[in-house]
């Protein structure tokens, strides 16, 4: 039985908030030309927050309705113990569902133990199956260890293992039959994500995009045809087919083509305690000065009441009004 979300994080749209995303870095050892740019100051450690502090707000917010958190980045596993924070947060009572978003490079070594503390979904960023392709668009020589990390989160007994595409008008179409096939024949689920305005250079344009009925005409040609998935969930962002073989699904987040704002559930913790109501936020909540100048939760509940409070009603990416935010996407943790 799905858990009931108390009416407390309800935002002026009615949209409730029950889904956390945690970044716990701005790292990365990876430098995808649509998140961050080749040199990069990050942010000193000692402004992260501490696995205690993580902790402490994903208790505070599960007494407001909070039942899913994800760890993302940057990436993730840069940060030194992550199953141990993993762990942590998978004895919070309420959290009922705790992932990782990961691009896979140090999954090999760390997935069984992220299987044991009690992660239980992973998501890995793969934008192609063509080494040189996956070196042009991450700036690094690691695809290798990217397949390696998926094949080693399969043995650990993740399921369902998402394998997330970022779909780039001149740069992915000739890769979209050949990842969903390794999905299929590896029993993942793939994920296309049309390319958001969040890149460092700032060369996101509206006709770099790919679309998700762009990607389904292809994958209609390059495997079978498709269906929109029986069991779709109106509330998650993808959108969810079926192919008519039953050989598997194919899952698209159509962020710029069909924006899902309307039942977005989402809040976002930045890696140095900011809080956000939106990927495309301008505005943020600080959080880490109220944990490191004693604070209580009551305060700290009371800022995260007022980042939902707040939400405006939806990214307007398709129109002239968009003002991209300051923030890389590496540093909002996608
Ligand atoms: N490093 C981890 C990874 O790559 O999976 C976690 C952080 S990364 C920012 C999270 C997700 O955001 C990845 O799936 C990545 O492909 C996606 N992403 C990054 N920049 C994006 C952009 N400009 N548009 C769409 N998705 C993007
Ligand atoms: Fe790193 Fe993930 Fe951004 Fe790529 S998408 S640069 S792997 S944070």
Request: hydrophobic residues 40%.
């Amino acid at each position: 039985m799905p858990t009931e979300i108390p009416d407390i994080l309800v935002d002026s749209f009615g949209r409730r908030h029950n889904n956390l995303r945690v970044s716990v870095t701005d790292r990365c050892n990876l430098r995808c030309v649509y998140c961050m740019p080749e040199e990069v100051t990050f942010l000193p450690r000692a402004e992260l927050l501490t696995f205690e502090e993580i902790e402490r707000v994903a208790r505070v917010a599960t007494t407001l309705g909070v039942n899913k958190v994800r760890l993302t980045g940057g990436e993730p596993l840069l940060r030194r113990d992550l199953p141990r924070l993993v762990e942590r947060l998978a004895n919070v009572p309420g959290l009922s569902d705790v992932g990782l978003t990961t691009n896979g490079i140090l999954l090999a070594r760390e997935a069984r133990r992220l299987r044991e503390a009690g992660l239980e979904r992973i998501n890995i960023s793969l934008d192609t199956m063509d080494r040189e392709k996956f070196q042009q668009i991450t700036r690094r020589d690691d695809f290798d260890r990217v397949i390696e990390g998926i094949l080693a989160a399969k043995e650990a007994g993740f399921h369902p293992i998402k394998v997330n595409a970022v779909a780039i008008r001149g740069f992915t179409e000739d890769d979209v039959v050949p990842l969903a096939r390794f999905a299929l024949e590896h029993g993942l689920e793939m994920r296309f994500i049309e390319y958001m305005p969040l890149d460092a250079g700032r060369l996101w344009e509206r006709e770099k995009v790919l679309f998700a009925a762009e990607m389904i005409e292809l994958l209609e040609k390059g495997i079978a045809p498709l269906r929109p998935a029986a069991n779709q969930d109106p509330r998650a962002p993808a959108l969810d087919y079926d192919y008519t073989d039953g050989s598997g699904s194919v899952g698209f987040i159509a962020s710029v083509s069909r924006p899902f704002c309307m039942s977005c559930n989402r809040l976002r913790l930045t890696a140095e305690g900011k809080l956000r109501n939106c990927l495309f936020s301008l505005e943020e909540t600080d959080v880490r000065g109220l944990l490191r100048e004693g604070g209580t939760d009551p305060e700290i509940a009371q800022a995260i009441r007022s980042c939902v409070a707040a939400k405006w009603e939806g990214h307007e990416i398709n129109t002239a009004r968009f003002i991209q935010p300051d923030r890389m996407m590496h540093s909002i943790g996608g």
